[in-house]
């Protein structure tokens, strides 16, 4: 079994969303002091393959980097607040600005076969499992 975490997992407690909410509230149209947002993000395990599933509606694919070092996935990229500037705000619960999604997990993965597919506001990314490599021993 492959144990996945995340670098930086909040504890939650009771207002967890509601500070959140109030903490960033109206910070999201103000580029001036950016802040990161963390995407939904889905982790299951097949038996040879791990799958991330995250929601990032909104982002362009040039908004999006995806990093692979050793045993760590890094994504980023940024969700642009693209409309007019609003005169008042009644109601904001989608994020806007950069985002970071870092996993850790304790399985090789084939770096050579790493599939990401962006379709109808998902990001899938398809990590294959490092399968063992024979090594031939030759003579001298």
Do not use: C
Not at 8 to 23: I, V
Not at 75 to 92: D, N
Request: hydrophobic share 35%.
């Amino acid at each position: 079994m492959v144990t996945i975490y995340f670098k930086s997992r909040k504890s939650h407690s009771t207002f967890t969303g509601l500070d959140e909410a109030t903490s960033s509230f109206g910070k999201n149209l103000n580029n001036n002091h950016p802040h990161r947002w963390q995407p939904p993000t889905d982790i299951y395990e097949t038996e040879d393959k791990i799958i991330i599933l995250m929601e990032i509606a909104g982002v362009k694919e040039e908004d999006l980097t995806i990093l692979l070092h050793q045993n760590t996935l890094i994504v980023q990229g940024i969700r642009r607040f693209t409309y007019e500037s609003p005169r008042a705000i009644h109601q904001m619960e989608i994020p806007y600005g950069e985002f970071n999604v870092e996993l850790h997990f304790n399985i090789p993965v084939d770096d050579s076969h790493i599939e990401a597919v962006y379709d109808q506001g998902f990001l899938r990314i398809d990590l294959p499992k490092a399968r063992p490599k024979q090594i031939h021993i030759t003579k001298e």
